[in-house]
């Protein structure tokens, strides 16, 4: 059984850093894609980051490009998220996604972690 369980998440403020953990078990994860989505209230799951097999990374738009870094342990079935520079816009559940293609969109990813919250104050 695939399981992704999601750490890191917290309270900090604008400016602050914080980083994310995901740890994936249950089946070998290093010919899979690994992402990174969020959700704030109300709002939609926005595609993050994404890192391939081979360590290829892709980022979302302008949102977070320069400020959050996506990497992956395949040793450790881990893939983590390094968020520096947060701004309160940033404040969301984030949840970690494996799948085979990966890419953008989460209809491309099987298994999913249980989320953590990020909460940034002004």
């Known amino acids: 059984q695939v399981q992704l369980v999601e750490s890191g998440g917290g309270l900090v403020q604008a400016g602050g850093s914080l980083r994310l953990s995901c740890a994936a078990s249950g089946g070998t994860f290093s010919r899979y894609a690994m992402g990174w989505f969020r959700q704030a209230p109300g709002k939609e799951r926005e595609f993050v980051a994404t890192t391939t097999w081979n360590f290829g990374s892709t980022y979302s738009g302008d949102s977070v490009n320069g400020r959050f870094t996506i990497s992956r342990d395949n040793a450790k079935n881990t893939v983590y998220l390094q968020m520096n520079s947060l701004k309160p816009e940033d404040s969301a559940v984030y949840y970690c996604?494996?799948?085979?293609?990966?890419?953008?969109?989460?209809?491309?990813?099987?298994?999913w972690g249980q989320g953590t919250q990020v909460t940034v104050s002004p």
């Open positions: 996604a494996v799948g085979i293609s990966g890419g953008r969109r989460a209809e491309n990813y099987a298994f």
